[in-house]
């Protein structure tokens, strides 16, 4: 293979140059300064270069914005700064509430209290890691502390520069964003996705989430994404004194940054929200209010955080849009997890520039209250500026032909009995096979700590259900390779490892197979106390609530559930098929005799080397312990691993006893 000389380098470290030069013009700053025809000529260049020379391509090169192979699933990142959420203020009091609250926090004068503001996008929020100025890491918000890895699908984004602008970039810089997709290209996205037959999108904040979270990066890479960058995390070789200055250094690195951005006081505040307020339907992309932002960092730091936002900033949301509209109907539709929730089918009017046709009303109890019939004509909101919702019935419409709606008592996907738990507002189906939460609930059962069939993920059970190769528990033991290599990115030895994994499966403890029903309410560790106390599967199948209740630990609501699930033929319908499926029903031992663990409660934390966790729980369980996911002061022991987490702080603090793996093992007799 021939080696590149000086010239080639030269040549492709220029095309790599102008090529982002022009897609910053074009997809940042919207002034493109060639065709696209041009700009594909240059493009071209660089990827005949590179195939000549692939020991040149590196990961900033503009070609590196491609799809790759689909994940499994995504990775965990934790965040080296917490991604806080936003405290919410909904009127101008609350804000002017808040603007108090940093005066007094701070002890700062007036005349030093500014503000950075800004529209508050509706997408998803990402944090992007830059080392020496090339994209190194992406990843989603999450719950703050940690996010998923998309790194791969961020990259395919082309308002997220591969590579810095300016000559001395810094050593690191954490880069927060949100990803979102403008209202033209989301009618664009939802009009082929009708052609195709797909089913549409609700939102563009939730296409733009989708679209990142998407397993298969060209996936995301055929959808119209774009960033715009709203702050930093750490910051290493930049000082940086004040957001506002943040900003404009982002806008210089060259990120895309609002151009709806302001340093105010608080009267400009004010202002701004009323301004922007006002022409939110004609911006190319949908926001729900403003982020305001106390502007110095050095203020930031003297006010502080509470557990989950800071103090120094506030969302100001806009008011909900209405309108009106009427009921045609109001149907019940079961989510993943069984709830049943009442929908009214309205004639279609635009709010906030969407279309709707379909508005929740949550459950029977915020129909009643708000009186909501059939033919009625009513108040809709998208609330939050996303999830259509019923505000109110306008009675002085009504004519006295409207229909009342009455709840279900049987579920109507799959006609198994509906229960709505004492002291719950939801309704929930009670049939584990139910079309409309199999997914969900083969997730559940295949899961470690229940049926534990390593390797079956969520997108195989996925297609096993759309291609009705399953259509509930047992059918998995019915399986044969030919159904397996159906499946999508199916090769033999895949196929022949799911069907080992599922063979494995049919002799489960009686715990682990309590848990995988799915039973309501019913957790793994009551299911260990159910195993306990009745033995076998049968046993508990023929308590009355009574008799469940009289077990400590299992009150009146749980015992209704457990009662509920072994009284709906159609699961005990799946119980035998999973019988005949070859799934062992085993009963349980009773411990005879006491043992150092009876009656005591364990925590588990960091690695062990010779067992897995699991197999600790079995232990300490079989031998009278409980095992518990938080330490307390009721903790008789922690048990600590390799790179133990908090668990092990908490119990140093609680001064609750702590054993190494060799502790524990001479405390339950292993060698």
Not at 126 to 154: A, H, P
Not at 158 to 185: F, H, M, S, W
Request: net charge positive.
């Amino acid at each position: 293979m021939a080696k590149p000389d000086k010239k080639t380098i030269d040549k492709i470290n220029n095309l790599r140059g102008q090529i982002n030069h022009h897609n910053h013009l074009y997809y940042v700053l919207d002034s493109p300064e060639i065709s696209d025809a041009e700009y594909d000529r240059l493009f071209d260049q660089l990827v005949a270069l590179e195939k000549k020379y692939p020991e040149l391509v590196t990961p900033d090169s503009p070609t590196q914005r491609v799809g790759a192979p689909p994940l499994e699933a995504f990775k965990t990142i934790r965040h080296s700064l917490p991604m806080l959420s936003l405290n919410k203020s909904t009127t101008e009091e609350e804000f002017l509430d808040f603007h108090r609250r940093v005066l007094e926090l701070s002890e700062a004068t007036e005349e030093r209290i500014k503000y950075t503001v800004e529209p508050k996008f509706d997408g998803l929020a990402v944090e992007l890691v830059y080392r020496k100025g090339i994209f190194f890491q992406g990843s989603t918000r999450g719950d703050g502390i940690t996010g998923e890895d998309v790194t791969r699908n961020l990259k395919t984004v082309k308002t997220i520069p591969l590579k810095l602008l300016g000559t001395n970039p810094p050593d690191l810089i954490e880069v927060r964003g949100e990803v979102i997709i403008n209202k033209d290209d989301f009618g664009k996205l939802n009009r082929q996705r009708e052609k195709s037959g797909e089913p549409l999108f609700a939102n563009p904040r939730n296409a733009a989430a989708g679209s990142v979270r998407q397993l298969d990066s060209n996936v995301t890479r055929s959808r119209p994404l774009s960033m715009f960058a709203y702050g930093v995390g750490r910051v290493e070789g930049r000082g940086l004194t004040n957001h506002w200055d943040s900003i404009q250094y982002l806008k210089g690195l060259g990120f895309k940054i609002s151009q709806h951005v302001e340093l105010c006081d608080v009267e400009q505040v004010k202002a701004f929200y009323n301004r922007l307020l006002k022409t939110r339907n004609d911006l190319p992309y949908e926001i729900d209010g403003i982020v305001i932002k106390v502007n110095e960092f050095e203020l930031q730091e003297r006010l502080g955080e509470l557990s989950r936002s800071p103090r120094w900033a506030v969302a100001w949301k806009f008011p909900p849009q209405q309108e009106t509209t009427k009921v045609r109907d109001i149907l019940v539709s079961v989510g993943r997890t069984g709830a049943l929730t009442p929908v009214a089918i309205l004639e279609p009017v635009r709010v906030g520039g969407v279309e709707v046709s379909r508005a929740t009303l949550h459950n029977e109890d915020e129909v009643k209250k708000k009186d909501v019939r059939i033919g009625d004509t009513v108040t809709i909101q998208r609330a939050g500026d996303v999830i259509p919702e019923v505000v109110n019935v306008i009675l002085s419409k009504r004519i006295g032909k409207e229909k009342k709606f009455q709840m279900p008592d049987k579920c109507p996907v799959c006609g198994s009995k509906v229960e709505r738990p004492e002291g719950e507002a939801i309704h929930r189906c009670t049939g584990i096979a139910c079309p409309a939460q199999i997914k969900e609930n083969l997730a559940h059962f295949v899961s470690r700590g229940a049926m534990d069939m390593d390797g079956l993920g969520f997108k195989f059970l996925e297609q096993m259900v759309d291609r009705k190769l399953v259509v509930d528990q047992a059918d998995l033991y019915f399986l044969k390779k030919d159904d397996v290599m159906k499946m999508d990115r199916m090769g033999d030895k895949l196929a022949e490892n799911l069907l080992n994994a599922i063979d494995k499966s049919r002799n489960p403890s009686l715990t682990n197979l309590i848990f995988a029903l799915g039973i309501r309410n019913v957790g793994y560790h009551l299911a260990n106390v159910l195993a306990k106390n009745f033995r076998s599967i049968d046993n508990l199948a023929k308590q009355s609530v009574e008799d469940l209740t009289e077990v400590h630990e299992i009150g009146p609501i749980v015992a209704e559930s457990i009662y509920n699930f072994f009284h709906n033929p159609k699961n005990l319908k799946v119980l035998e098929k999973l019988k005949k499926g070859g799934v062992k029903f085993p009963e349980e031992k009773v411990v005879a005799k006491k043992t150092p663990l009876s009656g005591k409660t364990f925590v588990l934390t960091g690695g062990l080397e010779s067992f897995t966790r699991d197999e600790a729980r079995k232990i300490i369980e079989d031998m009278g312990g409980r095992v518990s996911s938080s330490v307390s002061k009721k903790t008789d022991f922690v048990v600590v691993g390799a790179d133990p987490g908090s668990k092990y702080d908490k119990a140093l603090e609680l001064k609750v006893k702590t054993l190494d793996e060799e502790e524990f093992k001479k405390l339950i007799g292993k060698p």
